[in-house]
């Protein structure tokens, strides 16, 4: 799960960045207030990558998921890629764990057949 979340959450911070270059375009909002929120959702981009498997990582992704939804307000094309991104969010947690399960039965099954050996 960890790859999965961590490549959605890479290709975010990049999608994240590139918004603030649009969103300075604003008349309503300083380049300092731009760039504090692109800076810290970015910077929780990053940082979550380490935190996925510890708990409550995978709700911190949701609630980033949420706030580039919300981005939109400013960039009205942060709508349709935050959508984007919370799906492959969703399929990235989805077949994350399906991944894992995957690879802790081929674990258990090569330990048994080793035991058996």
Do not use: N
């Not at 961590?6 to 309503?28: H, N, P, Q, R, W």
């Amino acid at each position: 799960m960890r790859t999965l979340c961590a490549s959605t959450l890479i290709g975010e911070f990049f999608v994240i960045g590139f918004a603030g270059l649009v969103a300075m375009k604003s008349d309503d909002l300083s380049v300092g207030t731009i760039w504090t929120v692109c800076g810290i959702a970015m910077l929780l981009s990053v940082l979550l990558c380490g935190l996925i498997t510890r708990p409550g990582g995978v709700q911190l992704g949701w609630a980033l998921q949420i706030a580039l939804v919300a981005s939109g307000f400013v960039v009205p094309a942060m709508f349709v890629l935050g959508l984007i991104f919370a799906a492959l969010w969703g399929a990235s947690v989805h077949f994350g764990r399906q991944i894992d399960e995957a690879k802790a039965r081929w674990a258990e099954q090569s330990s048994a057949e080793a035991d058996a050996a």
